[in-house]
């Protein structure tokens, strides 16, 4: 049993790599004035298991073996904003389409308010 043991503390240390705080928060994006924090949801699943034994009476031989697996997903849930009006979270409903549609937005008010700044100064 030393031996799922040893990968059972093999498995936990690669899940606490790859959950961070970097993990579920991720880069901020600068647009223009503005900036976008995604938030991230991750889930997942594993599990280890070992055994041994001997063949049944008569039969000669022994055997053991191990394994280990998992799965796990993640998926867009929300944005931080962050501009001159303050900071505002966006819930994301459709996954990375809604995300995108977060960043157009942004990006297009940017586009307008510099729009109108440059218009200004020019007149």
């Not at 093999?10 to 790599?17: A, F, K, N, P, Q």
């Not at 991750?42 to 041994?52: I, T």
Request: hydrophobic residues 40%; proline residues 2%.
């Amino acid at each position: 049993m030393k031996n799922v043991e040893d990968l059972l503390k093999t498995s936990m240390g690669e899940i606490e790599r790859l959950l961070n705080t970097k993990t579920v928060v991720g880069e901020p994006i600068v647009v223009g004035e503005s900036t976008i924090i995604p938030l991230i949801s991750v889930g997942f699943g594993f599990g280890v298991g070992g055994g041994s034994g001997t063949m049944a009476t008569g039969e000669a031989g022994e055997g053991s073996g191990l394994g280990t697996g998992g799965g796990g997903g993640v998926k867009p849930t929300a944005v931080i904003i962050v501009d001159k009006s303050g900071a505002r979270l966006e819930s994301v409903k459709g996954g990375a389409a809604s995300v995108m549609e977060k960043v157009v937005d942004v990006v297009g008010k940017a586009a307008a308010k510099k729009a109108e700044s440059t218009s200004k100064d020019a007149n």
